[in-house]
């Protein structure tokens, strides 16, 4: 690796953190810019005033906004972000028993849907205008047109209580068998899935066929290389830039099409609980999950970036 | 003279009618140059066709469903629950008896009227921004990029539950939120736009004639970002309505007594056991809303790369 | 005997957004022999590419060959099907393209791409094919042939791609080569370099060869034969001495005529500057920076007075439309002062007032992009009149259809937009928002370097009669030489940012010049046939120097100079000295060494 590249990876970095702050402070500014707070929520109505001071003290309410930011941040960091002032529990270990498990499903959705993807959006590249190319573009239209709910309530409608293959709420608690991981992962992972396949297709076909109309491609042609060579040797190479940034960007689509997932399967991952934090609004816990997500979706655009320089030839010495 | 002249003609064995050039060229495609006048269009593909007739559809339903629709949208018209399609009911009727039908017509407007309002908002800071840094330059550009980024980096979906959770659900907030979300996806393509264009030399040829930004950014720029600015205001509306569907969907959008096609979904979600129309049917009119504006914009030609 | 390539009765068509075909090569026929080199030649859009690339049995995309025969060897090309074609491509036939930077793969290794069609067919093994590609790299005279296959194309330049491309085609022993305007893109002091590799290798291997050019003077150094072509169809098929000494066609004719600008605008009369006159515009020690480091223009001072001609000549990438662009305020100087009529313009734009603004019209290189695709011709010469002149209603329409007129266009364009015109007419278009103006000074960008021969030729013609009845001065900026010495009455040429010589039109007709202007000068392909053997230009080796100094203001040419000074112009700026003809040169020689440059090159072993 030559010193062009790691100072541009190095300069990435640095731009992740200046955003990841930016992040934290419109996050943290905007969830604390309303009066009414939830300990006044939590005590109604009828509390005396220093009930609600004493609480609020409780939760540090009392202290300047910047003082609160500057104490959530360094929380942040040092790996405390908090107490729930809904039930008093520390924020840190209600995520840290869920991430696990949205880790897992994250992980095993990007598992299926990362080849699959790539491999229909090169094909339907190489046979532009073909029949498979026209059916899978109308596949994909459907699936990113459609709301991530709607199928997921046709698979459960389809698989949970027509066939009553699968059950329809997942139940993490252990898994012993391949059956039993199947039966807990398949759905939320299939509607997942749907989605994230289409949407990293099309972006995967336009961006081999950007490269395949510029003029180093003709060149090949005439010097005889046939069109699964021309792709796979020529186009290819050139298009991993513009590939991965879509993968990147179609997984960070993943951050937020959990939420929708794990609320419908009731999946017992962070999302739903930042879902019923959002209900019941303890603000705690939201900015907490708010921020892990964040921090996920630049930990991606990051690697889509780098791969991007790495992969620049015009950076190769 | 080199005998390989001579060997290509025994391997000519005259297969195909020389239709060889034809085949690569459709999957070679060099695409018109940008400034080709788009004067003489072909004519639109059935799938645009299609798609064209569904957002029409939808967009005079918006105005008018609620003036055409049969039953009171609220009342408790029919004793059955999740009653299926009849003739009296054409989508049969929902979780406490009333008519989908109505109910979906009178949620037209709150689906689409939403989105198309938090669409234009987004579109319409989104230009103006992507314009002001893109003319502008320097610190202010990079400000301007910088902030966009950060708000980029907080997914959709994501910055609506905080801004639900922060300051509760309500129609105004809904399309705020939804146009404070897709803001930075617009300026960014605006921005990119707007960059091309201003190295143009006719932009050059507009400063060095001693124009003023104003007429720049208004006669010159805008008129060559109208086109990708139009298709990339279709995309965003179709993930706007998809993004307040789900929210209502999650009981954290519309809130009752008013209904949207989320909200419509979520309310019947008990009667998907039975398959009734009443969860159905609001699904499917978001779905054919969404498949229709992607339909057009693929038939235009002019999808913006995300 | 012996026709190795026979095309009859070609026609290919494209088809239209509506869906209809429109013919555009219609019924060519033509022929090669074994080992000879035959010419295409026509304007843009004539079709010699496509006609090219036919013989490939390719079309591009929205293109299609819908009759007529090519037969190669006794293969009809055109009865082939996708498998047998490909199996032709490359091996068989091969092709140079006309942008070497775009047709090679960015991100792979250029030896891979050289022997790519070597390993497509089969034809040598992959040892066996990187040594006849070394081999072939030597014979193109590239540097460091042994190890120039391992770097990427953006580390290579472009003259040294297109050569590369040549092995690329080569490496498998083709029966034909076809090179599509493989110079174009060079500039002239590049082109020689690549044309004597080419030519070279061409004679030594007895290549077949069909070459596609808009040059004629460049196609009378390569081709046996010349085909002239115009709009699809052939105007003339003739060896080349004969099309050179007695074109039988009108069009062949004519073009030949546009090639000599000198003879053909020498008749606009050199307007005799009334002595002691404040110049017009003045450039006193002008500095120009991109960013914080890179210095693209040194101390250029310069003067146009009102109503002649001042040529800026360089290569690409010299500084030409730096210096125009900060004249017009485009680009801030660092250094250095502008002056119009003795009054100093501001560096930036924002400084300027809309008098100045009017006062100095820049025109540019590209009609396409310098007009608004959106807005109509009317509006685009209208927003001038009334921006300057707060011309209104029928006055402005008046008078957009007298401009229409000054540049010789119908005023029926007025309703036009600029997609529905020719490159010629948008240029003039072009010019004719500047004169709305009523400018004193345009600044002219390489007005005609998009333009064919013939079209380019007449905008010259009305760019000077202009001159003469408007009494406007123009800033003239080119990279061909003939065009400048055409049309200016005082030619600059500049050298990396700097100006290495000044002086009067008819001084640059015979030497002495400075180095670099010898070699440019000398590097422009004369119209007949032989000249590239004759030619010195790029054929002496500099002699060997020690290490240069790092001195700030050493003579940028010193790297390419046949004649530098070990111990001086290697460790001294170079003094600024008037020649006795009057130029002034930034040179450490004088006049007698400068002369003796012709004859005193040390030729080096060919290439
Ligand atoms: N915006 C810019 N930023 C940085 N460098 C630039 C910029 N524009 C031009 N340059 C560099 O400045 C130098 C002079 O460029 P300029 O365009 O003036 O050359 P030119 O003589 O007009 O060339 P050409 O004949 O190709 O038009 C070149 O090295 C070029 O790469
Ligand atoms: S100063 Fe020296 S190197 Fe430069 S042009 Fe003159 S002789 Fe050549
Ligand atoms: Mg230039």
Redesign the pocket.
Known sequence: MNSTIARLVIGRLGIGVITLVIVSMVVFFLTSLLPGDAVQEQLGQAATPEAVAALRAHFGLDQPLWQRYLHWASGLITGNPGISMVNGLQVGDMISNRLPKSLSLAAVTSLVSVPVALTIGILSAMFRGSAFDRYTNMLTVFAVSVPEFLIATIAVLIFAVKLGWLSALSRTVDVHSFGEMLSVYAMPVMTLCCVLIAQMARMTRAAVIDQLSSPYVEMALLKGARPMRVVLRHALPNAVGPIVNAVALSLSYLLGGVVIVESIFNYPGVATLMVNGVVTRDMPLVQACVMLFCLGFLVLVLIADICAIVSNPRLRK | MKSNINQSGSQNMATSGGSGQVAENEWLDNSVPVTAPTKHRRLPNPGGFLGFILVFFWLVMAVIGPMIAPHDVNGLVSDSFFGPISSQYPLGTDYLGRDILSRLLHGAPYTIGIALLATSLACMSGVVLGLVAAASGGWIDALISRVQDAMIAIPNKIFALIMVASFGSSVPLLIVMAAIAYMPGCYRIARALAVNVMTMDYVLAARTRGEGLAYIIFIEVLPNMLRPVLTDFGLRFVYVVLLLSAMSFLGLGVQPPDADWGSLVRENIQGLGIGAPAVLAPAVAIATLTMGVNLLIDSLGGRAKR | MNEIVKVSGLRVAARTDEGVDLPIVHGVDFSLKQGEVLALIGESGSGKTTIALSLMGYARSGCRIVGGSVRIGDVDVLQLSDAELANLRGCRVAYIAQSAAAAFNPSKRIMDQVIESAMIHGTASRQQAQAKAVELFRALALPDPENIGARYPHQVSGGQLQRLMAAMALITDPALVILDEPTTALDVTTQIEVLRAFKQVVRERGTTAVYVSHDLAVVAQMADRIVVLRDGQIQENSPTEQLLAAPAHPYTRRLLAAMKPAAASRASARVEPVEQEKPLLEVRDLEVC??KQ?K?LHGIDLQVRRGTTVGVI??????????A?AVAGMVAPSAGRILLDGQPLSGTLAGRTREQFRRVQYVF?NADTALNPKHSIEDILARPLRFYHGMKGKRQRERVAELLDLVQLPASIAQRRPGELSGGQKQRINLARALAAEPDLILC??VTSALDTVVGAAILKLMADLRRELNVSYLF?S?DINTVRAICDEVVV?YS?AKVEQGERSTFRAPPYHPYTNLLIDSVPEMHQGWLEETQAGRGVPPRIGVSANAEGICPFLARCPVRIDGKCNTTPPPRVRLDKGNEILCHHRDIELLQLEESVPVAAAG
Do not use: A, W
């Open positions: 991109y960013g890179v693209v360089g290569e690409s990438g010299s500084g030409k439309t730096t210096l662009r290189q960008d390489e900026i990279h500049m940012g």
